[in-house]
């Protein structure tokens, strides 16, 4: 488990700041004027601010930028950073500046001077949220990450107003967690293990076995996860932090691996699909989070479990199957299983939980890679509402997220001869025909969102704020829409 760096707020103290080991990051605004601790860093550092400060390319520099002076004198850090941002900072410069600040201090301790700043609780997330690397599968002895500490004016209102974002990034870490984990590690078993254990947080955590499923009539799911050893399973987490309103139900895509099955993915860059959980991991992340900062809302996270292999036993293309909610699918395509899993599981939850609405994420389509790349996630509504709500949520926090048509021409290309349903619809709209199909699984009237992460859930290369590999996209984004949808008025 990896867990966000500690983080302690302390009076301001000039002495510490001589003695203080790892690295000092100093705020010092656009126009160069200087705090009482950066007058100090200055002055123990024989003037390195003010060279900079003065310097004729000091003008030029964006706010948000972060200036490292390597191993001053007059001081134990090992680098002072300067921090460049004026008192009044947008969102964007807080996080940029502490996404550069989160990467630089690696596991070294960071002393953090914010002076004047406004909502330095912004730049401590960032940094927070940056300072992140998976070791979980590494041998050599884990060094522990560093504490941040911050000198500021009033520690202890400072520490209230930065506590429910550390609970946040507690559920990002989660979620990046589970994403980078190789599939022989979690398993369906595994994962369903690892929910169970958030019943520590506060969480109601029920995991269905295949019994039961086969009792639901989960016939769609129960088929993705027929070729594989792992046993299929759906959990249901409960967050009742509100009073007695309908829930907003979270869904997510769980396959552990995604070979294919029969019809087997090409050998290059299928590794890549130990992060086709990712839909389950950001609902288990955001379910944390709610948990952890106490939400005065009422969430219900569901995931299905499977791995997706070729066997003996696996569904074959050509397969018919029947969903628990009574419609039967033709398998055209075994790769097409998130659709099949997804399907099942919404049914249920509407079924159970009669919510509010309905928000499932997934990793389902290539196609959605071609058409938003790796900046934002793809979002399917039947209600502009809901919507509306979620995308301005997931932009605020700087999480990308665009919204996609539905249309029934498009629902028209799943047409099957032989069954209900066809899982595939052909090459155009790859990502549009696999959310009709899902559509087709919400009751009327339910205001439902279905987002495709598939782009966004993990990158190879690293982006201005998060590292390389799983990203957690969309704990924050779920996290604020709570917030501003279910708890403005508590
Ligand atoms: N898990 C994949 C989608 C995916 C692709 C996620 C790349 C992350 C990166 C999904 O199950 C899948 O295989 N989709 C197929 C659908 C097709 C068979 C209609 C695809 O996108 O090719
Ligand atoms: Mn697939
Ligand atoms: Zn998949």
Same mark, same amino acid.
């Given at each position: 488990?990896?867990?966000?760096?500690?983080?302690?707020?302390?009076?301001?103290?000039?002495?510490?700041?001589?003695?203080?080991?790892?690295?000092?990051?100093?705020?010092?605004?656009?126009?160069?004027?200087?705090?009482?601790?950066?007058?100090?860093?200055?002055?123990?550092?024989?003037?390195?601010?003010?060279?900079?400060?003065?310097?004729?390319?000091?003008?030029?520099?964006?706010?948000?930028?972060?200036?490292?002076?390597?191993?001053?004198?007059?001081?134990?850090?090992?680098?002072?950073?300067?921090?460049?941002?004026?008192?009044?900072?947008?969102?964007?410069?807080?996080?940029?500046?502490?996404?550069?600040?989160?990467?630089?201090?690696?596991?070294?301790?960071?002393?953090?001077?914010?002076?004047?700043?406004?909502?330095?609780?912004?730049?401590?997330?960032?940094?927070?949220?940056?300072?992140?690397?998976?070791?979980?599968?590494?041998?050599?002895?884990?060094?522990?990450?560093?504490?941040?500490?911050?000198?500021?004016?009033?520690?202890?209102?400072?520490?209230?107003?930065?506590?429910?974002?550390?609970?946040?990034?507690?559920?990002?870490?989660?979620?990046?967690?589970?994403?980078?984990?190789?599939?022989?590690?979690?398993?369906?078993?595994?994962?369903?293990?690892?929910?169970?254990?958030?019943?520590?947080?506060?969480?109601?955590?029920?995991?269905?076995?295949?019994?039961?499923?086969?009792?639901?009539?989960?016939?769609?799911?129960?088929?993705?996860?027929?070729?594989?050893?792992?046993?299929?399973?759906?959990?249901?987490?409960?967050?009742?932090?509100?009073?007695?309103?309908?829930?907003?139900?979270?869904?997510?895509?769980?396959?552990?691996?995604?070979?294919?099955?029969?019809?087997?993915?090409?050998?290059?860059?299928?590794?890549?699909?130990?992060?086709?959980?990712?839909?389950?991991?950001?609902?288990?992340?955001?379910?944390?989070?709610?948990?952890?900062?106490?939400?005065?809302?009422?969430?219900?996270?569901?995931?299905?479990?499977?791995?997706?292999?070729?066997?003996?036993?696996?569904?074959?293309?050509?397969?018919?199957?029947?969903?628990?909610?009574?419609?039967? &699918?033709?398998?055209?395509?075994?790769?097409?299983?998130?659709?099949?899993?997804?399907?099942?599981?919404?049914?249920?939850?509407?079924?159970?939980?009669?919510?509010?609405?309905? &928000?499932?994420?997934?990793?389902?389509?290539?196609?959605?890679?071609?058409?938003?790349?790796?900046?934002?996630?793809?979002?399917?509504?039947?209600?502009?509402?809901?919507?509306?709500?979620?995308?301005?949520?997931?932009?605020?926090?700087?999480?990308?997220?665009?919204?996609?048509?539905?249309?029934?021409?498009?629902?028209?290309?799943?047409?099957?001869?032989?069954?209900?349903?066809?899982?595939?619809?052909?090459?155009?709209?790859?990502? &549009?025909?696999?959310?009709?199909?899902?559509?087709?699984?919400?009751?009327?009237?339910?205001?439902?969102?279905?987002?495709?992460?598939?782009?966004?859930?993990?990158?190879?290369?690293?982006?201005?704020?998060?590292?390389?590999?799983?990203?957690?996209?969309?704990?924050?984004?779920?996290?604020?829409?709570?917030?501003?949808?279910?708890?403005?008025?508590?």
């Amino acid at each position: 488990m990896t867990s966000p760096a500690k983080v302690t707020f302390v009076d301001p103290d000039l002495d510490a700041i001589a003695t203080a080991t790892g690295r000092v990051a100093v705020v010092v605004s656009g126009d160069g004027k200087l705090s009482p601790a950066a007058r100090r860093v200055n002055r123990l550092s024989r003037g390195a601010i003010k060279r900079l400060t003065e310097s004729d390319s000091y003008d030029k520099r964006a706010i948000g930028d972060v200036v490292t002076l390597a191993y001053p004198v007059g001081m134990e850090a090992d680098a002072i950073d300067v921090v460049i941002l004026n008192r009044r900072s947008t969102q964007e410069q807080l996080r940029k500046a502490g996404a550069s600040l989160g990467k630089l201090m690696g596991e070294d301790g960071l002393l953090l001077l914010p002076g004047t700043l406004r909502d330095t609780q912004r730049l401590i997330e960032a940094i927070v949220l940056r300072n992140y690397a998976y070791k979980d599968q590494k041998t050599d002895e884990a060094k522990p990450t560093g504490t941040i500490t911050v000198q500021c004016a009033d520690p202890a209102q400072m520490e209230q107003v930065t506590l429910p974002l550390l609970a946040v990034a507690e559920g990002v870490f989660f979620t990046r967690d589970l994403v980078s984990a190789p599939a022989n590690v979690l398993t369906t078993t595994e994962f369903a293990n690892q929910l169970k254990a958030l019943e520590d947080s506060g969480l109601k955590v029920e995991v269905l076995e295949e019994d039961k499923l086969t009792e639901l009539g989960m016939g769609a799911l129960l088929a993705v996860g027929q070729g594989s050893d792992s046993p299929s399973k759906v959990v249901v987490m409960r967050w009742d932090g509100g009073g007695d309103e309908a829930p907003l139900a979270l869904i997510g895509k769980g396959v552990v691996f995604d070979t294919g099955g029969i019809s087997l993915k090409p050998a290059a860059g299928m590794e890549d699909m130990t992060m086709d959980m990712g839909g389950a991991g950001t609902v288990a992340g955001a379910m944390k989070a709610l948990a952890l900062r106490k939400a005065r809302a009422n969430v219900v996270g569901l995931v299905g479990l499977v791995e997706n292999m070729p066997s003996g036993n696996a569904m074959r293309p050509g397969d018919v199957v029947t969903s628990m909610k009574g419609d039967t &699918i033709e398998v055209t395509n075994t790769d097409a299983e998130g659709r099949l899993v997804l399907c099942d599981v919404m049914w249920y939850a509407q079924d159970r939980f009669k919510p509010q609405g309905m &928000i499932d994420l997934a990793t389902l389509t290539g196609a959605i890679i071609i058409g938003l790349g790796h900046h934002n996630a793809g979002v399917f509504s039947n209600d502009d509402k809901l919507c509306n709500a979620l995308t301005k949520a997931a932009n605020s926090v700087g999480e990308g997220a665009w919204r996609m048509p539905l249309g029934d021409a498009y629902a028209k290309q799943l047409k099957s001869r032989v069954a209900d349903v066809n899982n595939v619809g052909g090459r155009p709209a790859g990502s &549009i025909t696999a959310a009709e199909f899902l559509h087709r699984f919400v009751k009327d009237d339910m205001p439902w969102c279905h987002i495709d992460i598939a782009g966004v859930a993990s990158v190879k290369a690293e982006t201005t704020f998060a590292p390389t590999g799983a990203t957690g996209w969309g704990v924050r984004a779920l996290d604020q829409l709570v917030q501003t949808m279910m708890e403005k008025d508590a």
